[in-house]
Each structure stands twice: as C-alpha cells, then as structure tokens.
C-alpha cells in the first residue's frame, strides 16, 4: 500500500502546490483553499483518468441488457445443469464481446485511493515525529500545513467523533468541528443516495428478485451505513466522498443522455410472441348496412 500512499500524496501536494501559486497562504473564510481544492482536484484527475474505463463499463452494461433475453433463456434451459449452462453463458458473452465484471473496474480502482487518502488524511498529526512527517514524499512544511488546514474552521484531519485531547493538538473546539462534520456527513448521505438511485436509473430495476434486493440494498443500505462510519472519516475524507458523488451524479447525467437505456419491447421469459399476422383485425361476417348481399349469400337465399 505504500505506493499508492505515495502516489495519493503526489497527487494532492501537486495540486496543492497549483493553487497555492495561484491563492498563496492566505485563508478565506476560515478555510485553506489550496489544501482544499487540492483534495478535490485529487478526485477530479482519478476520475478523468478513469472515464475511458467508466465508457467501457456503460457500453458493456448496454451489450449485457441486450443480451438479457437470452440469458434468460440459457438459465430456464439449463436451470438443472449448473455447469453446461455457465459454459453457454460464456460462450455467449466471448461470441457478443460483453462481459459481465467490467461493472466493477472503476470500484476497484477508487478503493485503494479513496483507502490511500483515509490513511495519508488521519496521518496528519501535528505530534507527528518529523521522520514520520517525510513519508510519502510530503516535507517537514508540507505537512505542518496541511496537519493545521482548515474548512471554515474545523481541521480537515479531524473528524466528528475527535477527542478533547485531537482537537486541542489541531488548536480548534468540538463544537466548529461537529458543526462543520456533521454538515458534511448529512450533504455525503444525500449524494450517495442521489448517486445510488441515478446508477439504477441508468441500468433499470433488475427483474430478479435477488438482484432487485441488491439494488435497494446499494440504494437504502449504503448511505444508511455512512450514518455511523461518517463519524470516524476525517473532514478531508468526506469532502473526497462529496465531491465523488457530485462528480458521478454529473457523468450519469451524461450518460442517461448518450447512453439512453434500452426500451422494454422485448417480451418476458415464457411469454409466446404473437405471430404479426395474428393481430391483424378479422372481418366480421356481418354485412355492412346497406352493402348488397354477396354471390353466396344470394344462392342461399335462393336455396331458402
């Protein structure tokens, strides 16, 4: 994990250094926005670095939903045979080139670097021995500064639930922190919420009911379970999570635009397709009001 702490850090002091040229030391109201700025910008290149990766995962999620319909037919046909029917489901994935984990590629890839920023965040103590302060390419200034980096006065390495001992070393009181934290925990809940819904906009409520169960799991589960782990998150690492969720709500958005999900015109496993002809509507053997009778109609007449 060291080379991704060190490669967190490069980031976050490159694009602190960017704008801190551009704003200096001085601080605006009660926040460093160079250090600021910096943890966002963090999130803006790892995700600009990931969206060719994120336009492969939504071309892939379209092949996969096209591809649903016979899926499901392979799983009902071999729902007794496990085996033969993962072999066809594979065969059918390398034949229409879609494949099922690239769902996952850009998760995987912000984990270790959403991990990497908690880490390198709750390091910044300004007790800190001075060999520990030059870890991961950070100098002795570097990391003075951003152990004592502010957003309307609350450190960004406290967190709501810092101790009286924390908060007298960061020279700031509970209260501005829990105000500020508890602020930021309510807007991180909301936009993973946001987030979560958009995401299954974009996929469409799955039919099966265990995958369905998932899906309200990531809608409901999540942003209840940053109730509690919000509380121990550094400022600095939830403003990471906020300005994420941000990011990702503004790139669905494009995406439901670019990549519209595709319509529901196929019919559902063990529904029987109605032959076109079928629906045509059949002539009544009524004659019209006021049409002459037809040649057999006359014959029988006669025949009468």
């Keep these: 994990m060291a080379v991704v702490y060190g490669t967190i850090s490069a980031i976050l002091l490159f694009w602190h250094g960017a704008w801190e040229m551009l704003f200096g030391d001085a601080a605006a109201l ?5 250090w600021v700025l910096g943890i966002v910008f963090l999130v803006l290149t790892v995700r600009g670095v990931l969206f060719p990766v994120f336009v492969k ?27 033969t029917m993962q072999k066809e489901l594979l065969d059918l994935y390398r034949t229409e080139k879609a494949n099922p984990l690239t769902a996952f590629l850009p998760m995987l890839v912000q984990i270790p670097v959403f991990l990497g920023l908690f880490h390198v965040l709750r390091h910044l103590k300004p007790t800190m021995p001075e060999h ?8 002795v ?13 609350a450190p960004i390495a406290a967190s709501f639930r810092s101790g009286a001992q924390e908060l007298s070393l960061l020279g ?17 809940i909301a936009t993973t919420y946001l987030s979560s819904r958009q995401m299954i906009l974009r996929t469409g409520w799955a039919e099966d ?16 379970s940053l109730l509690v782990s919000g509380l121990i998150f550094p400022i600095g690492v939830i403003i990471y999570w906020v300005t994420t969720n941000l990011f990702s709500l503004a790139q669905q958005t494009w995406v439901l635009r670019r990549y519209p999900p595709p ?17 045509l509507p059949a002539r009544s053997l009524a004659p ?15 025949g009468r």
């Design 209 to 224: 009911p265990q995958q369905r169960m998932v899906q309200r799991l990531m809608l409901y589960g999540i942003p209840f």
């Design 30 to 34: 009660g926040t460093d926005w160079a």
């Design 132 to 139: 520990m302060k030059t870890l991961y390419g950070w100098t």
């Design 141 to 153: 200034t570097q990391f003075d500064s951003a152990s004592s980096a502010t957003l309307f006065g």
């Design 288 to 302: 019209r009001p006021g049409a002459k009778p037809t040649t057999a109609r006359r014959g029988a007449s006669r």
């Design 172 to 188: 700031t009181d509970g209260t501005t922190v829990r105000v500020v934290a508890a602020i930021l925990i309510v807007t991180m």
């Design 263 to 279: 319509t529901s015109g196929t019919p559902k496993a063990g529904a029987t397709a109605t032959p076109a002809r079928a629906t």
């Design 57 to 83: 995962q939504i071309k892939s999620q379209r092949a996969m939903q096209a591809l649903q319909p016979r899926i499901r037919e392979i799983q009902e046909k071999h729902k007794n045979d496990r085996e």
